[in-house]
């Protein structure tokens, strides 16, 4: 026998959406929370490599000059220099 688990927090509108689209669907309710566990898991996995992996924001020569500027900017306003 499965054990019973509750969520908190979960206002009645969620609950009822959440329950009729297990009723859409005509699975178990555990079954379509562990769909959206993993479906969660792989977008948010997609999600950061797409950002960590993908094509760099700026170029090598476009940071230089933005580095250069930030030096200057924390030097003409007192900051200690970047290391």
């Known amino acids: 026998m499965a054990t019973v688990k509750t969520i908190k927090d979960v206002d009645e509108v969620a609950w009822s ?18 769909r959206m566990v993993e479906e969660y898991k792989d977008n948010t996995k997609d999600f950061w490599d797409s950002i960590l992996k993908g094509p760099p924001a700026l170029t090598k020569e476009e940071a230089e000059i933005m580095t250069k500027k930030a030096e200057r900017i924390r030097k003409e306003y007192g900051f200690r220099t970047i290391k």
């Not at 297990?22 to 562990?34: S, V, Y």
């Open 17 to 34: 959406e959440f329950k009729s689209m297990a009723a859409h669907d005509k699975i178990k309710m555990g079954k379509l929370f562990e």
